[in-house]
């Protein structure tokens, strides 16, 4: 919201400059956003009166004009501008003066001398037209200082409004803030109740009571719509940011500005019988002020008369009843419309109007017949005329309960002590009403704060009144201790370092996501929708981490980023109550970065499972299985300790060409939980005796997998085998077709001796028995 700071300091005016009245104003909850200039500074300017102007001797295009500058006897000032006329008041700019980007001096203009500018309201830095002299009212005082007679010495203050807080949405609301913040007198203009002097009315029907609680209505004969808006009427309209139009417009406009209650006048001799609040009927529409056609649904709340639909209820009237030059007789209409009934309507529509911003976030219904008075004075004392009588349709209102504010926990909550009797200073201040009682205050909210309802509200109040930045800083009395930290579970933050070790960059992506990610990843996924989504492509909760994966791989390809290393650890929502926490993490391009030391290689499922594996701390289990997302030649299932933990594989072909990309990323999606747990660390001696090698060599069948022989080996191992590892996979020449040869290496040792020969054989030779016996593996010849 905008208005000039001249508005509000001529209802309530604090000894405080406006660098101070800004920061108190904020410091209260109500944000000043921007503080800016009415017009920019220039100095020496003055209100002028043309007395001749005559054509320049040696220029077609010049006028040479004797001006009246409030001197004893006028001077001649050359001027090109085509308005330039006897008679006209325009600023004049003196020799000396100092304008936006140009200083003025007396100088000879094709040999006429000159002793000053006439200026128009580009060379002032105003807004308007600028091709011509800015023209002035003929009762503009000749002489005096410009940027004094237009109060161009103003400051515009925007205040960043929360939703709450709709009653401080006009100058009476934002008078009462100021006022219950610094404790100056508001003083507010005087409304007293016109008299009537004609008894014409308009039938006025609610049938949409709960939409319309309260409507009001009032008609004006015999006013002189083409009346000029007063200047001070006018300039606090502009300040506010609202063009002056039409007289009643105008003052309509100017009561929402000063007491929050949009207002509407209808050319009474334009509606067809009374009026109607009512809900809008399948196929009306209503040409808007604007121009626009809009067409209504049923759920809109609208004004009619026996034609059909003239006003769009608490958003924008017809085209078709507004008030032009020629009206001459009026019907005023105030209302109080429910937020419900008003909310996302308008913007339904493409439209954002003042007067829907209010009635969403509500409109005081306790001043609703207060603005109808106001803008029938002003409308009598500008534009003339006769008023009737106010027509009143009302029902039941919203109801203010009181709330018990209890004093120790005012105190317990601000974390302060603030006295009793300012917090009920504040409190009526802000128009409630207040009764104390010994160890509380029973408070109730006035009709214009719709945002109080329970305590904590009231505390809310009391602590903003007092003053953010009086709460002093106090460090905290609780003490601090160390934390138990379990050694059998690395801590998040760990994971994500040793990733960073392994040459991975984190990422942060929405937990919002495209269902048809979901489902192109897993077509059995079932993702959570959103009652309230941001946006169509982000409606649904992940049940994976790889489509945030694969949609950052994208934008760095997008960006010439040829490789990429990523993870990001956070939740999936599998439903409202299974939302386990995952890592996952995409590899793709070169292993290493680009250099000259050996050659370039893709990165393969092996280098994200040793990855994976130096994460865990031990070797891990691959199974063969089949996920939809991952090729199934190319993937596996992961275990740890006898249980699945996740996948990891290269993505799907047809995923690939889906997410256009060039080639396929390999993903892996464990259980960081699961993938977190460590073995205590034990101590154990170094062995001072040798360590024993054997090679061995099995032939299987060829999709038996590796993992299997291994599981099996490591079973049946004696206590002093070491290791078992894979160390060749071979197919080919001297192997059958459907069969491969894997060379294990085992290592033996024992800490209190040397191992005999027999020992070692003996323990090989119960390796190639369980290997014979489970996988039905040979040693190969």
């Not at 300017?45 to 409030?70: M, W, Y």
Request: glycine fraction near 8%; hydrophobic fraction near 45%; aromatic fraction near 4%.
């Amino acid at each position: 919201m905008q208005f000039p700071e001249s508005w509000l300091r001529s209802l309530v005016n604090p000894a405080l400059d406006t660098a101070q009245l800004a920061h108190a104003v904020t410091m209260a909850g109500l944000e000043v956003e921007a503080l800016t200039p009415a017009a920019p500074p220039f100095n020496n300017v003055v209100v002028a009166e043309i007395l001749s102007a005559e054509k320049h001797p040696d220029a077609d295009r010049l006028r040479v004009c004797q001006v009246d500058v409030g001197e004893v006897s006028p001077v001649t000032i050359v001027c090109g501008a085509p308005n330039a006329a006897a008679g006209l008041k325009v600023p004049c700019a003196r020799p000396g003066a100092k304008l936006p980007g140009i200083e003025i001096k007396v100088a000879k203009v094709r040999g006429v001398e000159s002793f000053g500018m006439l200026c128009s309201t580009k060379e002032l830095g105003l807004e308007g037209a600028a091709d011509g002299l800015m023209v002035l009212d003929a009762d503009a005082p000749v002489g005096e200082d410009f940027r004094s007679w237009l109060n161009l010495d103003d400051t515009l203050i925007t205040l960043k409004l929360t939703p709450n807080r709709a009653d401080c949405l006009s100058m009476q609301g934002l008078a009462r803030e100021v006022g219950a913040i610094t404790g100056a007198e508001v003083r507010l203009p005087q409304i007293d109740g016109v008299a009537e002097r004609i008894q014409d009315t308009v039938a006025v029907q609610v049938s949409a009571a709960d939409a319309c609680p309260l409507y009001l209505g009032r008609v004006v004969r015999g006013i002189n719509a083409q009346a000029t808006t007063p200047r001070w009427m006018a300039e606090r309209l502009e300040r506010s940011g609202i063009r002056p139009l039409l007289a009643p417009v105008d003052i309509t406009n100017y009561v929402l500005l000063e007491l929050g209650q949009p207002m509407h006048a209808f050319a009474l001799s334009r509606l067809n019988g009374g009026v109607e609040v009512r809900q809008a009927r399948p196929g009306e529409t209503l040409e808007l002020l604007n121009g626009q056609t809009a067409e209504l649904a049923p759920d809109m709340l609208v004004i009619a008369d026996a034609s059909g639909p003239v006003a769009l209820a608490g958003i924008m009237g017809g085209l078709p009843t507004s008030v032009e030059r020629v009206t001459v007789d009026v019907f005023l209409e105030a209302a109080f419309f429910a937020p419900a009934a008003i909310a996302g309507r308008a913007r339904r529509l493409g439209l954002s109007t003042d007067s829907s911003h209010r009635f969403e976030r509500g409109v005081d219904f306790g001043t609703t017949r207060q603005a109808m008075e106001r803008a029938t004075q002003l409308l009598l004392e500008i534009c003339g005329g006769q008023a009737g009588p106010i027509t009143e349709a009302a029902a039941a209102l919203p109801r203010r309960e009181p709330i018990t504010l209890r004093l120790a926990r005012l105190k317990r909550v601000a974390g302060v002590e603030l006295d009793a009797d300012e917090v009920v200073r504040g409190l009526v201040a802000l128009g409630a009403q207040v009764e104390r009682q010994e160890d509380r205050l029973i408070v109730t909210p006035p009709s214009f704060r719709f945002d109080l309802t329970i305590e904590e509200d009231l505390i809310e109040e009391a602590v903003r009144l007092f003053g953010y930045d009086n709460i002093p800083a106090q460090p905290p009395a609780a003490p601090s201790r160390m934390l138990p930290q379990d050694e059998t579970v690395l801590a998040e933050d760990t994971l994500r370092q040793m990733l960073v070790d392994l040459d991975y960059q984190e990422v942060i992506t929405y937990s919002f996501v495209d269902p048809a990610w979901e489902t192109a990843l897993d077509a059995d996924a079932r993702p959570l929708p959103l009652a309230n989504p941001l946006a169509s492509q982000l409606s649904a909760m992940r049940t994976t981490l790889w489509g945030g994966l694969i949609e950052t791989l994208r934008h760095n390809l997008n960006r010439q980023q040829a490789r990429v290393r990523i993870f990001e650890l956070g939740r999936v929502y599998r439903s409202q109550t299974e939302q386990p926490m995952k890592l996952g993490g995409l590899i793709y391009g070169d292993v290493q970065p680009e250099q000259w030391g050996g050659a370039a290689r893709r990165v393969d499922f092996f280098d994200l499972k040793g990855d994976l594996e130096q994460l865990a701390g031990h070797a891990l289990e691959s199974r063969r299985g089949v996920h939809p997302a991952l090729h199934p030649g190319q993937s596996a299932e992961v275990w740890a300790d006898g249980r699945a933990i996740g996948w990891i594989g290269a993505l799907h072909p047809r995923l690939v060409q889906g997410f256009d990309l060039p080639a396929a990323p390999v993903l892996f999606e464990p259980d960081s939980q699961v993938l977190a747990q460590r073995r205590l660390p034990r101590h154990a001696t170094l062995s001072r005796f040798p360590q024993v090698r054997r090679y061995l060599a099995f032939v299987l069948d060829l999709h038996t997998p590796a993992g299997e022989l291994l599981a099996v080996l490591r079973e049946a191992a004696a206590d002093g085998v070491r290791a078992i590892d894979v160390f060749d996979d071979y197919r080919g020449k001297g192997v059958a077709e459907n069969q491969k040869s894997l060379a294990i290496r085992v290592v033996m040792q024992d800490t209190e001796r040397t191992l005999t020969d027999q020992e070692v054989e003996d323990a090989v030779q119960k390796l190639v028995s369980a290997a014979l016996r489970q996988c039905n593996a040979s040693l190969r010849a």
